[in-house]
């Protein structure tokens, strides 16, 4: 099994920053993506910003010049920063990695996507 953990949030004010920070642990032979969802009240979640296979980024045009997705491949970690928050960025953020287990895995195309259990960030004054 494969678990992800975040950790960063908080409650912040308009204008603020936090970093999030999602580290995966368990049995991984390959991570395919690895990236922030978020998921506010009443709401569908949402891509925020990921890694893809290619180790390019992709970010939410929302987030487009206010996030930064980084991370340290050794320590199988992600990391979210996020500048100038606004209320609109209210929400539960989750991290998200697609997962093959094996080598026999892998070499199929066989990944699986595994879910953290979400960190609350906040902006309000």
């Known amino acids: 099994q494969v678990q992800l953990v975040e950790s960063g949030g908080d409650l912040v004010q308009p204008g603020g920053s936090l970093r999030l920070s999602c580290v995966a642990s368990?049995?991984?032979?390959?991570?395919?993506?690895m990236g922030w969802y978020r998921q506010a009240p009443g709401k569908q979640r949402e891509l925020v910003a990921t890694f893809t296979r290619s180790s390019s980024s992709m970010y939410a045009e929302s987030v487009k010049g206010r996030f930064t997705i980084s991370r340290d491949t050794a320590k199988n970690t992600v990391f979210l920063q996020m500048n100038g928050l606004q209320s609109e960025d209210t929400a539960v953020y989750y991290c998200?990695?697609?997962?093959?287990?094996?080598?026999?895995?892998?070499?199929?195309?066989?990944?699986?996507?595994?879910w953290g259990q979400g960190t609350q960030v906040t902006v309000s004054s």
């Open positions: 368990g049995r991984m032979f390959s991570i395919h993506s």
């Open positions: 998200k990695a697609a997962v093959a287990p094996t080598l026999t895995a892998y070499s199929r195309g066989l990944y699986s996507d595994y």
